[in-house]
């Protein structure tokens, strides 16, 4: 079965240091990954994602993510981080299995926590 | 110039009753989405249309009913409410399987309260 396991329900970094948020996965066939970022009271935001080619995959405010698929992980980046930040951060992966279907399986959040 | 809207964006209600959700997309695109977001944040698709025909239906009770009027619609309707049908639920659209792999634009979500 597909899925994707964020393995910490909070990080807290200091503004200004760099973050990473862990994302794993397991699919058959080549992965496709996402990240999206959820503000309080708000919606999903589309940050970035793999499909293929570069491993280091750029996104919006800064972020990026690394393709590692060796381990199999999609960690997401950024190198200096902001109280604004702060957010609920899902990792989804495309189910193999959705044909030509964008069927999307999400991992259950990550918690960011920016403290000044 | 809002891309996906859905309406009503609190809903409170009574344990049996019907209620409707409704979603709409101006991004032109074929493709829409239903997931459920529960309270411990966990999100899920519950169903998919791709230009009015539905596509993905996970295993969702049959008091949940999908209706896509036409391709920048697609409304939720849900009979005889539970308890358990509290959650926040999110509309989402993307461009359709033959424009590759669309990404997956969210609405502000429903939060729905069932009492």
Request: glycine share 8%.
């Amino acid at each position: 079965a597909q899925s994707v396991a964020q393995p910490e329900d909070q990080v807290n970094v200091a503004e200004g240091n760099p973050l990473t948020v862990k994302c794993t996965y397991s699919v058959s066939g080549n992965p496709y990954l996402f990240w999206y970022v959820q503000y309080p009271n708000r919606g999903l935001q589309f940050l970035l994602k793999y499909i293929t080619g570069d491993n280091l995959v750029k996104g919006s405010y800064g972020f990026e993510a690394e393709f590692n698929k060796s381990q199999t992980s999609f960690h997401l980046k950024k190198p200096s981080a902001l109280v604004s930040d702060s957010a609920l951060y899902f990792c989804a992966v495309r189910d193999a299995a959705s044909g030509g279907y964008n069927k999307l399986i999400f991992g259950a959040g990550t918690r960011l926590a920016v403290h000044p | 110039d809002t891309a996906v809207s859905q309406t009503p964006k609190y809903l409170v209600t009574q344990m049996g009753n019907d209620k409707s959700i409704k979603c709409e997309q101006n991004l032109g695109h074929d493709t829409m989405y239903w997931y459920k977001q529960d309270s411990k944040k966990f999100l899920k698709i519950m169903f998919s249309y791709n230009n009015k025909e539905l596509i993905i239906n996970e295993t969702v009770p049959n008091r949940f009913s999908p209706k896509s009027p036409d391709k920048a619609h697609l409304n939720l309707h849900i009979n005889s409410l539970e308890l358990g049908d509290s959650a926040v639920y999110f509309c989402a659209s993307s461009q359709g399987p033959g424009a590759g792999l669309g990404t997956q634009y969210f609405g502000p979500g429903t939060r729905l309260t069932v009492l």
